[in-house]
């Protein structure tokens, strides 16, 4: 069966620092993967999804980025965090094929709190 | 282009009554409709999901949703809840792209 798994689960880092959020997927091959934010008591922000290695689409504009190193990994970086950066981060990833109506699986999710 | 609305933002029920989640959207194609919950901290679990076939469709927990074509709906019901189903709602739907609601909030009262 496939997992998902990100980490770390929870962050707290000053303004200015860097980041990096982890995600890998196991169990299947070629998976679309994505970075979602949710802010505090509000809805999913889509920030990245990727179809294949060193393919990104970023959805938002911002001090963000994101990259896929491997097949099942995806990682979410920043050089410098803004207070706005905080929020929880969900990632997550889809099979390809029309068979799985694009199903979206998700992480378990990382909380980062920018201080 | 799609959307997806869930008019309610929180749905407060009492223990063991039926509750109904409202989620409709718009599509100019066929479209394949789900519903996740997010449990407090937690990442979002798929709950149920439509993508052909009958319209109504369960989940092992009691849930179950009807796709109404005609009203663009796609509702979550459940005849008695527990305090366990406390939790964020999200309707989504995906043709062109995975588009999700803005969530329902349900809080089960004791």
């Known amino acids: 069966s496939q997992t998902i798994h990100q980490w770390p689960a929870t962050l707290v880092q000053p303004v200015g620092s860097p980041l990096s959020l982890e995600c890998t997927v196991e169990?299947?091959?070629?998976?679309?993967l994505y970075w979602y934010r949710q802010a505090a008591g509000r809805g999913l922000q889509l920030l990245f999804y990727s179809v294949g290695i060193g393919q990104i689409s970023s959805e938002v504009p911002q001090n963000l980025s994101a990259s896929r190193p491997q097949d099942r990994q995806f990682i979410l970086s920043s050089k410098k965090l803004l207070l706005s950066d905080s929020g929880f981060y969900l990632c997550a990833w889809s099979p390809t094929g029309a068979s799985s109506g694009n199903t979206i699986y998700f992480g378990e999710g990382s909380w980062l709190t920018v201080v | 282009a799609q959307s997806v609305t869930q008019l309610d933002s929180q749905v407060p029920v009492f223990e063991e009554a039926p509750v109904e989640l409202r989620c409709n959207y718009s599509?100019?194609?066929?479209?394949?409709l789900f519903w996740y919950v997010q449990y407090p901290n937690q990442g979002l679990q798929l709950l149920l999901k439509y993508l052909s076939g009958s319209t109504l469709v369960e989940s092992i927990n009691g849930f179950e949703a009807e796709f109404n074509k005609s009203q663009t709906s796609f509702h979550l019901r459940k005849p008695s809840v527990h305090i366990s189903d406390t939790a964020e709602y999200f309707c989504a739907v995906t043709g062109q792209n995975f588009v999700f609601g803005p969530g329902t909030r349900l809080s089960v009262l004791p």
């Open positions: 169990g299947t091959s070629n998976p679309n």
């Open positions: 599509s100019s194609v066929s479209v394949y």
